[in-house]
């Protein structure tokens, strides 16, 4: 009797043991989850120390490394030279994420301004080109970012030390004319893109441009926006080495900070961004032309050596690779970092943040001001479910009013 009794007992608190463990949601065996305040001491936290994948929250920590590697006041540069001898225009650039149609019209009308003074001052019998010719040997060409794939899609597009509005081209179908025409009044959809492009079915359509395209594209815009400025060109477009000589080299400052390109970064998730900054990062901190190594070792060098943060794994700049991982106590400690520029983060009331998606992934990193308006740095890691996710954000901001009182 005595023994039926203990075998009871036991399978009593077995079962209750095994409804427990099956009865925790999925968050709770899946996750990482910290909450500290803004001085690093932790207020919660679920496998703080668990690897995991940290998705387009990684994107935080290059935007960090940026700031920290270039500066929140750092503008991109593109150079152009003009050959009197050969009446050929160069053009050279060196990682601007944003070479967007609105600075390519600009940097054009420095070049036409710089011919027409040359003309007046007697230098050149006339504002004439004759090829524009364009460098993209600051970055390794093709060079392959993990987790991202080889569609056609924007969010595949590639890098390059010279990339005209992300390699894309935005166009729509005119009833009227019953061809597709540029969805972007800014940029033109001259004939040499038209003969090679073919967009879908789709009544607008944002495209990749082919590798070869891609190359010379930014060249492509320059003749039309020079053309428009009055300046006649008579050759092709075509690729070439910048001449070496800094004699009347013609310099274009990007109208955007780094602290802007970042807050675009974050705003959208753009991965062609986060990973142009990691290249020129590297390009700059190892000399040209960049590669993806040089690259990783200043993001990988910057997590351990200035953050303290080892074990991490980093393959890429934007998250899109599985093979990168993180704790959510490293990304804490990440984010305490980037508290100066918290607000560069997307708000929503108290709540700034990041997040990340990929399947059967998702994340959101940030910070949550409390009443005593200070920041409290925040990470939710879920792979593998997205079960629960709505309760925790809701369970912290809880523990944050409670920690104000």
């Known amino acids: 009797m005595k023994n039926k009794i203990q075998l009871y007992i036991y399978l009593t608190i077995l079962g209750l043991f095994l409804t427990l463990s099956t009865s925790l949601p999925a968050w709770a065996q899946t996750s990482g989850i910290i909450l500290s305040n803004d001085q690093g001491k932790t207020i919660y936290a679920k496998n703080p120390d668990k690897p995991l994948i940290p998705a387009s ?21 593109t150079w152009a030279y003009y050959d009197k001898k050969t009446f ?26 710089h011919l027409f003074k040359q003309v007046s001052n007697g230098r050149i019998a006339s504002a004439a080109v004759r090829n524009i010719i364009v460098d993209q040997t600051y970055f390794t060409p093709q060079i392959t970012i993990p987790g991202a ?10 890098n390059g030390s010279m990339c005209a509005n992300f390699n894309t081209i935005f166009l729509k179908w005119d009833s009227r004319s019953r061809q597709f025409i540029s969805a972007e009044k800014q940029t ?14 789709k009544n607008t359509d944002r495209i990749l441009l082919s590798y070869d395209l891609r190359q010379i594209y930014p060249g492509i815009l320059m003749h039309y926006f020079l053309n428009k400025s009055g300046v006649k060109i008579t050759g092709t477009v075509q690729e070439g080495l910048f001449s070496e000589s800094d004699k009347e080299r013609i310099v274009y400052t990007s109208v955007f900070s780094l602290t802007d390109i970042v807050k675009k970064l974050l705003k959208f998730s753009n991965n062609f961004i986060a ?29 351990e050596e200035t953050l303290g943060l080892t074990g991490v794994t980093i393959v890429e700049g934007s998250g899109l690779s599985r093979r990168n991982h993180m704790t959510p106590a490293q990304m804490r400690d990440m984010l305490i970092a980037f508290m100066p520029w918290y607000e560069l983060l997307r708000r929503d009331g108290n709540e700034f943040y990041k997040t990340g998606t990929l ?9 949550i001001r409390g009443k005593d308006n200070r920041l409290y740095p925040f990470v939710i890691m879920l792979n593998k479910t997205s079960t629960g996710y709505d309760a925790i954000r809701r369970m ?10």
């Open 188 to 201: 033109p959809f001259p004939d040499i893109l038209a003969q090679q492009i073919t967009p879908g079915s």
């Open 275 to 303: 990973n142009q900054l990691m290249l020129t990062m590297g390009a700059r901190a190892f000399g040209p032309p960049a590669t993806l190594e040089k690259g990783l070792d200043v993001l990988n060098k910057f997590a």
């Open 88 to 113: 050929d225009l160069y053009l050279k650039g060196f990682g601007d994420p944003l070479f967007i149609s609105e600075e390519i019209i600009k940097f054009a009308h420095q070049i036409s301004d």
């Open 57 to 77: 929250t990684l994107k935080i920590l290059t935007s960090l490394a940026a700031m920290k590697a270039l500066g929140p006041n750092f503008h991109f540069q």
């Open 149 to 158: 794939g080889s569609s056609t899609n924007p969010y595949d597009a590639t």
């Open 359 to 367: 399947s059967d992934v998702r994340s959101r990193a940030g910070f």
């Open 396 to 405: 912290l901001h809880e523990k944050v009013s409670k920690a104000c009182e």
